[in-house]
C-alpha cells in the first residue's frame, strides 16, 4: 500500500469528511472556527495536500459531531485486503 497522500484511503478519508463536513451544513471558515485553526489548513485537508493523523481525525470527527469509528469503517472498505505497509 502506497504511503503517500495519494493512496485510495487517504482520498477516500478526504472524500469522506468533505460529505460529512456538507452535510452538518459547515464551510470551511466554520470548521476551522470549531477545530480552532487557520480555514487554510481545512483547505489543505480536504483538498489531499495533508495527511491526517488519527488523534486529527478524532477531533475532526468530534467537530463535525460526526462518528470515527463509522469514518475508519468506509476508509477501511477502500483499503484492499492484502494490502501490505
Same mark, same amino acid.
Given at each position: 500500500?502506497?504511503?503517500?497522500?495519494?493512496?485510495?484511503?487517504?482520498?477516500?478519508?478526504?472524500?469522506?469528511?468533505?460529505?460529512? %463536513?456538507? *452535510?452538518? !451544513?459547515?464551510?470551511?471558515? /466554520?470548521?476551522? $472556527?470549531? @477545530?480552532?485553526?487557520?480555514?487554510? +489548513?481545512? =483547505? %489543505?485537508? *480536504?483538498? !489531499?495536500?495533508?495527511?491526517? /493523523?488519527?488523534? $486529527?481525525? @478524532?477531533?475532526?470527527?468530534?467537530? +463535525?459531531? =460526526?462518528?470515527?469509528?463509522?469514518?475508519?469503517?468506509?476508509?477501511?472498505?477502500?483499503?484492499?485486503?492484502?494490502?501490505?505497509?
Amino acid at each position: 500500500m502506497s504511503k503517500t497522500i495519494e493512496s485510495p484511503a487517504h482520498k477516500t478519508l478526504v472524500k469522506e469528511l468533505i460529505k460529512i %463536513r456538507k *452535510e452538518a !451544513g459547515f464551510s470551511q471558515v /466554520e470548521l476551522a $472556527e470549531r @477545530l480552532r485553526c487557520q480555514q487554510s +489548513l481545512v =483547505a %489543505r485537508i *480536504e483538498s !489531499g495536500q495533508r495527511r491526517i /493523523e488519527v488523534s $486529527e481525525l @478524532l477531533i475532526i470527527c468530534r467537530a +463535525l459531531d =460526526a462518528d470515527s469509528a463509522r469514518v475508519l469503517d468506509v476508509v477501511a472498505e477502500a483499503v484492499p485486503a492484502d494490502a501490505g505497509l
